[in-house]
């Protein structure tokens, strides 16, 4: 029904920059909000950033704001998440989600219909 396919992932030093890209596919996609989660190790998966279905509005957590931009393609089903000035406690497995239809603004874990594979980011010297 949806498919989602993150790549981008990697090793990257502390101040350095990565470009997550999420494939998407299926009914709706471009109709619909999408958004970033991640997961550290030992800890519960967590929000990063949501953007409407046309890009116009974008909402982050506070410990990215600033530093991450979310941005889509909907001409190429495409979701992206530019990290640039990474930290150590960045480093996660971040995955691309699509949340429900009614779901809060930024969304829950709980709302989210459909999730990706996750990619791997670590920030490491």
């Known amino acids: 029904q949806v498919q989602l396919v993150e790549s981008g992932g990697g090793l990257v030093l502390p101040g350095g920059s990565l470009r997550l890209s999420c494939a998407a596919s299926?009914?709706?996609?471009?109709?619909?909000?999408m958004a970033w989660f991640r997961q550290a190790p030992g800890k519960e998966r967590e929000f990063v950033a949501v953007i409407t279905w046309n890009g116009y509005s974008s909402y982050y957590t506070d410990s990215v704001r600033g530093r991450f931009t979310i941005s889509r393609d909907n001409a190429n089903n495409t979701l992206y998440l530019q990290m640039n000035t990474l930290k150590p406690e960045d480093t996660a497995v971040y995955y691309c989600v699509v949340p429900k239809g009614n779901s809060m603004w930024p969304p829950s874990r709980d709302e989210v219909a459909f999730w990706g594979q996750g990619t791997q980011v670590t920030v490491s010297s």
């Open positions: 299926g009914h709706m996609i471009s109709t619909s909000r």
